[in-house]
């Protein structure tokens, strides 16, 4: 027994001194992973471990030193040559930390029994661990330990241990093994090793939980989280940072083994506070976040500051002004300047004031006009010295109002004849209010007139007539000139002429030869013409002699020298608004001449393409009369509901207008119950649509207002939305066919930006694709373009933007250009050659801004030519000027169907091989298969009856199945080439 002992004592010390490399690397080891929290680490403890051990000639607690000479206790044990070995080893109370699951290291090494030469049968290559729960502190006691009081973890083997070399020399492995206890409720436990008969050295025993480590992510902290005890994960709420609030409450999961998991929702920076690594920074002074849903600090708006940090508005300078509407985003703006040009054309008793518009209109577009009304009693002109004016009271009225006009005219009736009044016009805007600075009034001294009778003599020779006239009275108004008009009789429509004169008489010359000439006469007064009196026809003598005018032949000329006429506007607006020198002599007048008509204190010249904004009219039932044509309901025939709108079903449907064919329409009509602000963003889309007339913006064929419900009638477009078209035929079109569809998307688009008109919400959902696949742009109501788009999010107060389709500077301050446009375009072109993919995916909004702010742009979709992608990020250039003009991308769009080889080149690199594009020469259906690779299906159509390429134009993915083509693919191949067939017979679907 003595010997035994000796001989195991020498084994252990073998065991020791080979293992200098093992305890090198154990030093090494005492850097745990930041998931791991240790509770105990026999190797890092100082001193004795003083474990338990019994028998007492069992495990033995020994010093090593470590690689940095630091004296380490290990376990050893290795009574291999005496029976009935069962040597137990205990720790003391390890805390359990709160964790329900611990992990159990151990490191060690194992003699094999065949390397101790003459072992009997008593050698063990295994030993045992167990441990015991407690929450008093106390375990069972070692002599009598019974398996029954300690759980058995597992029966621990070497995978490695002393191997024999070739020259004989021992390697010492060190073997690692790792258990876990998990459903751990007390307060701590022991570990129990038993040894029943091995030649074992305990190097490292480490015991240890594993946690999530505390992290930050979308603002949110998450705190160390224990894992949870069996293998669910534990969801853990964060808390966001500081200077931000929760967007949506941060959760997170942790898993198992200590890792983290999808976080959801996010918390965002409050206002006055943007986000910089991680952290919510306040804004600098000089910029600002109104709200916690912006994404950035941006510059104070013009005329306003913010001297502190954290502004979350910016304050106004002085004389600046924002209306409580207004929103922070907006310049501060300050009260317009007066109003200009007054000018008043008198009509007997009453009097059409007109002014033009301040010149500065405070940088607002909401300026109205006031007027005020005096009326002055007295012998001098109005306005003079010694003359009394009060105000003029309920008496004139005012048409259309008189207070908040938005129109720069007003006509006023019911004045009292031969009275002077004066008007002041008063311009304001949303802050006239808000300033104490005196008001700004322009006015203008009118004096009613009565209509006088003028006596015009006449004196006529061969080439000249000359007329004199009688001065009108003095109380009528100073007159500053006479006009003269006359023609040839009879040649009315071939031009006129004007002459002017401030004496009383005029010898008009040039005339021919016995020939009749109509003449008219009118004054201009300080208050502007007077209407014509009537005519006089007079003819020149056919002899060079002088005729002088029969006193008793005088004519009687009624001439009104009222404040102003029609005609004079005419040739203001002629000058002001064409820059046009309209002359005296003047041609017949074009037609576009002659349909000259203020609208809206702009004149409108008929051709010229600039969209009008239904909100500056101030009743907007006249912005859809002059824009929409009233269709009698009786004309319409619904059929069926296709789809809902904001403002309630859309259905297709016939429209027959008298002499006109039927044609098929979608019917868009308004809910009852509506409000009257509901009525009108409803048909300022009708309002908007009927200023277009282009082949890809969708049609307007009129309105029913006279009757409910009131409805929108536009052309019908068989294949709906072309996001849902896209998704519903995935891979089915050649890259041609998809060029033809964006080729004419950009020239609707093109179109709308020379009318001026930003469409702002350009999406592959607001695009429409008839049976042709011409694709249209709609989508154009006022509220509804933005408020009604389910992906437009609100930024700031009030305004809602669709992030994945917006362009940097609208989503960050609204710039919304055509410039804008073309960024959207961009992204409908990505949505088109991915067949309706979601732009980024399922990235949140807040990623898609900060992604975009870092310069990252959607990569090219499967299959997408090099050429397109590269167009794409050209209308993605962070530099608006730096994007196309629509004009080119349409121009850029036409040279690629031109020249389709220009595509072949995929931005993944490869090269297109289109199987789907039949030759263009073949005539038969056989040929057609054959240019497919499609042949094997020869006689499925011919068996079908589809013997002429013709009739195959027509075949549908059912027909395909009916003829028993059911592998999918083919059927897919077959329909593209088919779509590709007709538009080789009809190639103006492409625009
Ligand atoms: P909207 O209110 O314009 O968004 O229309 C709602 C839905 O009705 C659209 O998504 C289309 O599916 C359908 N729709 C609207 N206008 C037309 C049209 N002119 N032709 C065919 N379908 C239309």
């Not at 924002?322 to 009260?335: H, K, V």
């Not at 307007?700 to 072309?722: A, D």
């Not at 960050?812 to 960024?823: G, I, L, M, P």
């Not at 083919?970 to 590709?980: D, G, P, R, T």
Request: glycine share 8%; aromatic share 8%.
């Amino acid at each position: 027994m003595a010997l035994h002992r000796i001989y195991s004592c020498l084994l252990l010390l073998l065991l020791l001194l080979f293992s200098p490399h093992t305890l090198i690397r154990c030093g090494a080891l005492r850097n745990y992973p930041e998931n791991e929290v240790t509770l105990l680490d026999s190797m890092s403890t100082p001193g004795d471990l003083g474990w338990e051990t019994y028998p007492a000639e069992g495990w033995e607690e020994i010093s090593v030193m470590d690689e940095r000479n630091t004296p380490m206790r290990t376990y050893q044990v290795c009574n291999v040559m005496e029976p009935n070995q069962n040597n137990w080893l205990r720790t003391g109370l390890i805390s359990r930390g709160g964790a329900q699951r611990i992990y159990v290291e151990l490191k060690f090494t194992l003699r094999d029994c065949n390397s101790l030469p003459g072992m009997s049968g008593t050698c063990k290559e295994t030993f045992n661990v167990y441990y015991h729960e407690s929450n008093s502190g106390t375990a069972p006691p070692l002599r009598h330990a019974r398996e029954s009081q300690y759980v058995k973890v597992d029966t621990i083997a070497a995978d490695e241990s002393f191997t024999q070399t070739d020259v004989g020399d021992r390697v010492m492995k060190l073997n690692t093994e790792v258990r876990d206890i998990g459903g751990l409720t007390k307060r701590g436990l022991y570990l129990a090793f038993q040894d029943l008969g091995a030649c074992i050295a305990l190097v490292s025993v480490r015991v240890f939980y594993k946690r999530c480590p505390m992290v930050a992510l979308n603002l949110a902290r998450f705190a160390n989280t224990v894992t949870g005890g069996d293998s669910a994960l534990v969801e853990v709420r964060g808390a966001c940072v500081e200077d931000a609030e929760e967007l949506e409450p941060p959760r997170m999961f942790c898993s198992a083994d200590g890792g983290w998991l999808v976080p959801i929702g996010s918390c965002v920076c409050k206002s006055g506070f943007e986000e910089a690594d991680g952290r919510c920074q306040p804004c600098r002074s000089g910029f600002y976040k109104a709200s916690a849903m912006d994404a950035y600090c941006v510059k104070c708006p013009p005329h306003s500051s913010s001297q502190q940090t954290q502004a979350s508005e910016c304050v106004c300078e002085r004389g600046f002004y924002r209306a409580e509407t207004d929103p922070g985003s907006m310049a501060c703006t300050r009260p317009p300047s007066a109003p200009g040009n007054p000018t008043s054309m008198v009509n007997e008793t009453a009097v059409t004031l007109e002014w033009s518009p301040p010149r500065d209109t405070g940088g607002r577009g909401d300026v109205t006009y006031s007027i005020h009304c005096k009326k002055c009693l007295g012998t001098s002109r109005s306005g003079g010295p010694g003359e009394r004016c009060v105000p003029c009271g309920s008496g004139p009225r005012f048409s259309p109002r008189q207070l908040g006009l938005t129109q720069t005219r007003v006509l006023v009736t019911d004045l009292q004849p031969r009275t002077n009044y004066t008007f002041s016009i008063e311009a304001q805007n949303g802050v006239s209010d808000l300033s104490p600075g005196p008001r700004h009034l322009v006015s203008i001294n009118v004096t009613t007139s009565q209509t006088v009778s003028v006596i015009v003599k006449e004196r006529r020779s061969k080439d000249s007539i000359t007329l004199a006239w009688q001065a009108p009275e003095p109380s009528d108004g100073t007159v500053v000139e006479y006009e003269v008009t006359y023609y040839e009789k009879n040649q009315r429509d071939q031009n006129y002429t004007v002459l002017k004169t401030k004496s009383t008489s005029m010898t008009v010359e040039g005339l021919k030869p016995g020939t009749t000439y109509v003449f008219r006469v009118r004054a201009r007064t300080e208050g502007g013409y007077g209407n014509y009196g009537g005519e006089i026809e007079l003819e020149t003598s056919h002899e060079d002699v002088l005729a002088v005018g029969d006193p008793n032949q005088q004519t009687i000329l009624a001439v009104s020298i009222a404040g102003g006429v029609v005609f004079f506007v005419l040739l203001v607006a002629c000058f002001v608004v064409s820059g046009r020198h309209c002359g005296y002599i003047k041609a017949k007048q074009e037609p576009e001449e002659e349909k000259l008509q203020f609208q809206h204190g702009r004149v409108q010249l008929p051709g010229s393409r600039t969209y009008i904004h239904p909100h500056t009219y101030e009743d907007p039932n006249q912005a859809v009369r002059d824009f929409a044509k009233e269709i009698d309901v009786s004309s319409i025939r619904i059929e069926r509901v296709i789809g809902a709108g904001e403002f309630g079903e859309v259905c297709s449907g016939r429209l027959r207008l008298p002499s006109r064919r039927e044609i098929h329409v979608a019917i868009k009509s308004l809910k009852a119950g509506y409000s009257d602000q509901q009525r009108r963003d409803f048909l300022s889309e009708a309002s908007i649509m009927g200023q277009f007339d282009h082949p890809n913006i969708i049609r307007l064929e009129g309105v029913v207002t006279r009757c409910k419900p009131v409805m929108i009638i536009t052309e019908y477009m068989e294949n709906g939305s072309l996001d849902t078209f896209l998704k519903k035929h995935d891979g089915q079109f050649t890259v041609i066919q998809l060029v033809g569809m964006m080729r004419g998307i950009a020239a609707g688009v093109q179109y709308l930006s020379e009318m001026n008109y930003v469409h702002r919400d350009l999406a592959a959902r607001n695009i429409l694709v008839n049976g042709n696949l011409v694709c249209k742009v709609s989508d154009f109501g006022l509220s509804r373009v933005l408020e009604d788009d389910p992906e437009a999010a609100y930024t700031t107060r009030g305004g809602k933007i669709p992030i994945r389709w917006t362009a940097p500077e609208a989503i960050a301050y609204r710039k919304f250009t055509s410039a804008s446009d073309v960024w959207s375009y961009g992204i409908v072109m990505w949505e088109v050659i991915s067949y309706g993919e979601r732009p980024y995916w399922e990235m949140s909004n807040q990623d898609v801004i900060k992604a975009i702010d870092e310069g990252y742009r959607l990569p090219a979709p499967m299959d997408c030519p090099v050429v397109l992608h590269q167009l794409m990020l050209d209308c993605w250039e962070k530099n608006r000027g730096e994007r196309p003009k629509f004009n080119q991308i349409v121009s850029a769009l036409d040279r690629l169907i031109r020249n389709p080889s220009s595509l072949k080149q995929l931005a993944n690199g490869t090269v297109w091989e289109d199987t789907t594009t039949p030759e263009s020469d073949v005539s038969t259906v056989e040929d057609w298969l054959d240019s497919i690779k499609m042949g094997q299906y020869k006689d499925h159509f011919s068996n079908a009856g589809y013997v002429t390429l013709n009739a195959v134009l027509y075949v549908s993915i059912s027909d395909l199945g009916k003829m028993g083509i059911a592998l999918a693919g083919h059927q897919k191949k077959i329909l593209s080439s088919i779509q590709s067939l007709q538009l080789q017979q009809n190639p103006h679907v492409q625009v």
